[in-house]
């Protein structure tokens, strides 16, 4: 039981690159998330699916599009990497967002964008 | 504009002092969650509070959630260096999002 995992951890991008940040859970969770990370804003959220087959806008969307490919699986894609979206990037999951929202996270991908 | 704001942001201490942090809000919350973070790693959920001054204790660590709601302490007696870490304030307004805070930055020195 992996819980979350993402690939790859470490990423280095030049400005106009795209590239795919890649999450899986299996723990059987309706829920998954995307957040980043920076130095002094805490995380904030760019993209959630509260079930396969929906997703909707964070706090911080801009630049990013996401797929939730299956009930496990979901992926963050940078278009056109830009050096403020140097950040770690975290996946996060939950059972039922109805409920608590206990969140379950991913070791996170560090990206750097020159 | 913060919705849960964390103080201190940073606090240093020696190993087997106890101390205090604190989350903050104007806002009602249906659930506050805290997590504890390691350096290279993703938070860890370390527990839920649900109703008003309810008290949870983890081993060394007393989580309180406020009697309306909108705010939280944890408390940790006899500080470990294990201890060490950010700990993340998040609280669920019903909407399947959290709202965190920037966390308090604990180190515990040997």
């Known amino acids: 039981n992996a819980g979350v995992t993402q690939t790859p951890k470490f990423q280095v991008l030049k400005t106009g690159q795209s590239m795919t940040l890649q999450c899986a859970q299996d723990?059987?969770?309706?829920?998954m998330y995307w957040y980043r990370q920076d130095p002094g804003m805490g995380l904030r959220l760019i993209y959630y699916?509260?079930?396969?087959?929906?997703?909707d806008k964070g706090e911080v969307p801009n630049g990013y599009n996401v797929s939730r490919l299956n009930k496990r699986e979901f992926s963050l894609r940078l278009e056109s990497a830009a050096p403020s979206q140097t950040s770690v990037y975290f996946c996060a999951s939950s059972a039922d967002w109805q409920a608590y929202n206990e969140q379950f996270f991913g070791p996170g991908t560090r990206l750097t964008v020159l | 504009t913060q919705l849960l704001e964390q103080s201190p942001q940073f606090l240093s201490i020696q190993e087997g002092e106890n101390l205090t942090v604190y989350c903050n809000s104007s806002?009602?919350?249906?659930?506050l969650q805290w997590y504890r973070q390691e350096p290279g790693e993703g938070p860890v959920l370390l527990v839920t509070?649900?109703?008003?001054?309810e008290v949870k204790k983890l081993k060394r660590l007393t989580f309180q959630f406020g009697d309306a709601r909108k705010d939280s302490s944890l408390h940790i007696t006899a500080a470990q260096t294990g201890d060490t870490g950010l700990y993340l304030c998040?609280?669920?307004?019903?909407?399947?999002?959290?709202?965190f805070g920037k966390g308090n930055q604990v180190v515990v020195i040997p």
């Open positions: 699916s509260a079930s396969e087959g929906t997703t």
């Open positions: 723990m059987n969770h309706n829920s």
């Open positions: 509070v649900v109703t008003g001054g």
């Open positions: 998040a609280g669920a307004k019903g909407n399947n999002r959290l709202a």
């Open positions: 806002s009602v919350f249906s659930s």
